[in-house]
């Protein structure tokens, strides 16, 4: 599975930004895909994931603010970020998860810098 995450840049505090994640090759095999992200310093940490099944799952941080979605006929997963917070600067990162629990493998793209201005 190949990830190309887009959409990073500046924006001030309390505003928006989406970004987009193209996922391609074993689609077919993806159980999940998920946002993290990391800020200097810091460990990366979930952002919001979204199963094969539509279920979605956020981040105590971004809950009511931001969404993760996705187009299936298109392979890209979204994260709509709103009412964002200096707080919410970091590299954002997109993941797939295939395999079974007991046997998963992650997939990571190459990071997305967002900047939130105060």
């Known amino acids: 599975v190949q990830l190309q995450a887009s959409g990073g840049g500046l924006v001030q505090n309390g505003g928006s930004l989406r970004l987009s994640c193209a996922y391609s090759g074993s689609i077919s095999r993806i159980n999940a895909l998920g946002w993290y992200r990391q800020a200097p310093g810091q460990e990366r940490e979930l952002v919001a994931t979204i199963t094969s099944g539509t279920n979605t799952n956020y981040g105590d941080s971004v809950k009511g603010r931001f969404t993760i979605f996705r187009d299936s006929a298109k392979s890209t997963l979204y994260l709509q970020m709103n009412s964002l917070k200096p707080e919410d600067t970091a590299v954002y990162y997109c993941?797939?998860?295939?395999?079974?629990?007991?046997?998963?493998?992650?997939?990571w793209g190459l990071g997305t810098l967002v900047t939130v201005s105060s």
């Open positions: 993941n797939a998860i295939t395999g079974p629990a007991w046997r998963k493998t992650d997939y």
